[in-house]
C-alpha cells in the first residue's frame, strides 16, 4: 500500500514538474524563445516567457514541426479548449518580436521592419551633400520604407539649393506661400527650420487647408520620386523639393499608415490614406470602413459583410494627389490591428494594418 502511495505521488510530482517545465520553442525561421505551457488552444498554445514573464500565444503554423509534435504529445492537465479571441492582445499574436507570415496581410515582420530603420539610418552621407540635408533625406527614406514604397531617395544638392531659396523667400514674406516664385510652386513649405523635423509635419500634413488634399504627405510618399532637395531659412521656415520623378513607380496600393505591422512612433495627425486603389469621381461614392479586430486575421477579410470586429467611426472621407483617398478614424493613433475596407466609385480595396 506504500508502495502504491509512493508512487502515485511520484506520478503526480511529474506531472506537476511538466506542467512547470520551461521548454525551449524554436519558429520556422530558426528563432528560439525560452517558456512555460500555460494552455493549449485549437490553433495555439499560450504560454508565458521565461525572460520577461509575460504570457503570449504561439501560433502552431509559426512553430517548427518538433514544437508541434512536443505539444501534441504535452503531458499536462489542461485541456485544449476552442479558439478565442479573448484574454491576449491581439497585437501579441505571434512569436515574439512578431513572425506574421509573409503575405499581403504582413509584407514585413517586426525584426524586418528595424532592421531596414537601422539600414537606411547607416548609410553613408555622400560627399557633396551637408549633414542637415542628408539626416532629412534618411528620415523621408524610413517613411517610405514603412509605408511600401521605394526608399533610395537621393539627396540632390542642386534641389537643395532651389528648396533653400524657396525657404529664405518664405522668410522674407512672412508665411507660407506656394504663389511668390523662388521654387515654392515645386517644394513642400514648413514654417519649421529644422528640415529633419519637417519631414514629419510633411507627413501629418495637419491643418485646415491641408485636411482635403493631404498634398505633403502625397508628395513625401511618391512613389517614383528618386532626388530630393532640403533647404532651411534659419531657425523658421525650410522647404522640400518634391517634384522629381526619376525613380521606379510601383504596382498596386500603398498606404500610411503602410500595411501589416507599423511602429506607432512614426504615426502622425489625425488622417490615414490609402493611394494607387483608382480615382472616384467624387468621394461621396466611396464607403471607408474602419474595424479594430480582437485578434490577427489568418487570410483577407471579406469586402462586403459582416467583419468580426468593432467598427471604428470614420469622420471625414477626402481625394487628392496620387489618387489618394483620405480618411480620419476615431482612433488614428491607438495601438491593435485594423482592417480597412474602401469600396465604391469603382474601388473594391481591403487591407490590414497593425500599429505596434
Not at 529633419?196 to 508628395?219: K, L, M, P
Not at 528618386?226 to 522640400?240: E, I, L
Not at 474602419?290 to 487570410?299: E, Q
Not at 468593432?310 to 480620419?328: D, T, Y
Request: contains cysteine; glycine residues 10%; charged residues 25%.
Amino acid at each position: 500500500m506504500r508502495l502504491l502511495f509512493l508512487l502515485l505521488l511520484l506520478s503526480c510530482a511529474a506531472r506537476l514538474h511538466a506542467a512547470d517545465a520551461w521548454h525551449t520553442f524554436t519558429d520556422i525561421r530558426g528563432r528560439k524563445l525560452e517558456a512555460k505551457i500555460l494552455r493549449i488552444e485549437s490553433d495555439h498554445v499560450v504560454v508565458e516567457l521565461k525572460s520577461n514573464g509575460r504570457q503570449i500565444p504561439l501560433d502552431f503554423e509559426n512553430l517548427s514541426d518538433e514544437d508541434n509534435e512536443f505539444l501534441k504529445n504535452h503531458d499536462s492537465d489542461v485541456t485544449p479548449q476552442p479558439a478565442s479571441a479573448g484574454g491576449v492582445e491581439a497585437s501579441d499574436s505571434a512569436v515574439p518580436d512578431g513572425d506574421p507570415e509573409k503575405s499581403r496581410l504582413y509584407p514585413k515582420t517586426r525584426e524586418e521592419i528595424r532592421a531596414g530603420i537601422r539600414e537606411i539610418e547607416r548609410r553613408a552621407k555622400p560627399e557633396d551633400v551637408t549633414r542637415e540635408v542628408h539626416e532629412a533625406t534618411q528620415k523621408l527614406n524610413i517613411y517610405r520604407f514603412l509605408c511600401g514604397v521605394p526608399h533610395e531617395v537621393e539627396a540632390d544638392m542642386g534641389f537643395s539649393k532651389n528648396a533653400e531659396d524657396a525657404a529664405l523667400a518664405c522668410k522674407k514674406h512672412g508665411s507660407l506661400s506656394h504663389g511668390i516664385g523662388h521654387s515654392t510652386d515645386k517644394c513642400n513649405l514648413s514654417t519649421v527650420g529644422n528640415m529633419t523635423t519637417s519631414v514629419s509635419q510633411y507627413i501629418e500634413d495637419s491643418g485646415a487647408n491641408n485636411r482635403d488634399a493631404r498634398g505633403h504627405r502625397a508628395w513625401c510618399l511618391n512613389p517614383p520620386m528618386g532626388k530630393v532637395g532640403f533647404g532651411s531659412g534659419g531657425d523658421s521656415y525650410s522647404a522640400m523639393w518634391c517634384m522629381d520623378g526619376s525613380g521606379e513607380g510601383i504596382r498596386g496600393i500603398w498606404t500610411y499608415p503602410g500595411c501589416g505591422l507599423f511602429p506607432i512612433e512614426y504615426m502622425h495627425g489625425n488622417a490615414w490614406s490609402l493611394y494607387g486603389a483608382g480615382k472616384p469621381e467624387s468621394a461621396d461614392k466611396l464607403k471607408v470602413e474602419v474595424f479594430r479586430l480582437a485578434k490577427r486575421p489568418d487570410k483577407p477579410l471579406p469586402l462586403h459583410g459582416e467583419i468580426d470586429g468593432r467598427s471604428i467611426k470614420v469622420n471625414h472621407v477626402s481625394l487628392g494627389f496620387n489618387s489618394a483617398i483620405n480618411f480620419e478614424p476615431d482612433e488614428p493613433n491607438k495601438r491593435g490591428v485594423y482592417w480597412v475596407r474602401v469600396t465604391g466609385g469603382g474601388i473594391r480595396e481591403g487591407y490590414l494594418v497593425e500599429l505596434f
